[in-house]
């Protein structure tokens, strides 16, 4: 670019250019929030909730929020705890980000919740309690052990599929090249379901399904700019199977079918 053109008119992306902007965010977000709830995962291995804390708040900088500073927040999860039948309120983290997520880490007898700053700051008191009703589910059924133990059934899969013996040719040729995919697609689904499952628990906890709903359809706006009430193309239909959570309207149409029920 000629020196003299340098405070031109600012290049403006092309719509498709800033559609798969928003898509690259939202995927980057989720293979972050992937990374940091495996460190923390690898934190509670070595060290309990002292290993958590250590990991998590000594990399990120995420700090352990006292009762003092939200007393609302900890009666609710009080509350929820106490229904879920949990032997022990799970710790409660803040993370400076300004995306909105939440993780659970732990079993029933020792866990934490870790909320973002952005989510904090961007819903409601009850959309939060929502949220928590969620991560409260996946402490209570010991989703963090099921998807170790799934995540490590799939890389033994991956492992035996390719330093076993291996046919010379045939269909159980095609499908030893084939078991790592199929392994982590039935991982993803796993993923999927105990994701449908907590949204469920969470309607149960909470006897309301609407400020989950709020907060779902809340995220989903904050992370592709748009709602998603509806199913998406046909076309596009296939690419839900490659994800570890079920697409917004999936739990948006289920949850409000569940509290129509009630």
């Known amino acids: 670019m000629p020196h003299g053109h340098a405070h031109a008119t600012s290049w403006v992306l092309p719509p498709h250019r800033r559609a798969q902007r928003a898509v690259n965010r939202a995927d980057s977000s989720l293979v972050m929030n992937g990374m940091l709830l495996l460190l923390a995962l690898c934190g509670w291995?070595?060290?309990g909730e002292a290993g958590v804390r250590w990991a998590v708040s000594g990399q990120f900088g995420a700090r352990l929020l006292r009762r003092a500073e939200m007393p609302a927040l900890f009666e609710i999860l009080a509350v929820l705890s106490r229904r879920a039948g949990l032997p022990r309120m799970p710790e409660?983290?803040?993370?400076?980000?300004?995306?909105?997520?939440?993780?659970?880490?732990?079993?029933?007898?020792?866990?934490?919740?870790?909320?973002?700053?952005?989510?904090?700051?961007?819903?409601?008191?009850?959309e939060v309690a929502g949220i928590?009703?969620?991560?409260?589910?996946?402490?209570?059924?010991?989703?963090?052990?099921?998807?170790?133990?799934?995540?490590?059934?799939?890389?033994?899969?991956?492992l035996v599929a390719g330093f076993g013996p291996q046919p010379a040719g045939g269909p159980l040729a095609a499908l030893l090249r084939s078991a790592p995919a199929i392994?982590?697609?039935?991982?993803?689904?796993?993923?999927?379901?105990?994701e449908f499952d907590a949204d469920i628990a969470a309607l149960e906890l909470t006897g309301d399904a609407y400020g989950l709903?709020?907060?779902?359809?809340?995220?989903?706006?904050h992370h592709n700019g748009s709602h998603q009430r509806r199913a998406p193309l046909p076309s596009l239909d296939m690419v839900r199977f490659l994800r570890s959570h079920p697409e917004t309207w999936e739990r948006l149409r289920t949850l409000e079918?569940?509290?129509?029920?009630?």
């Open 92 to 126: 409660l983290y803040c993370l400076p980000e300004a995306g909105m997520n939440a993780y659970a880490l732990g079993s029933p007898d020792h866990s934490a919740i870790t909320l973002t700053e952005g989510l904090l700051r961007g819903m409601t008191l009850n």
């Open 45 to 47: 291995i070595i060290g």
């Open 183 to 194: 392994g982590r697609l039935l991982h993803l689904a796993l993923s999927r379901i105990r």
């Open 257 to 262: 079918s569940r509290a129509q029920m009630r």
């Open 132 to 158: 928590l009703a969620h991560e409260v589910a996946h402490i209570r059924n010991d989703d963090g052990a099921v998807m170790t133990l799934a995540a490590a059934l799939h890389c033994a899969t991956a």
């Open 213 to 221: 709903m709020a907060a779902l359809d809340k995220m989903e706006s």
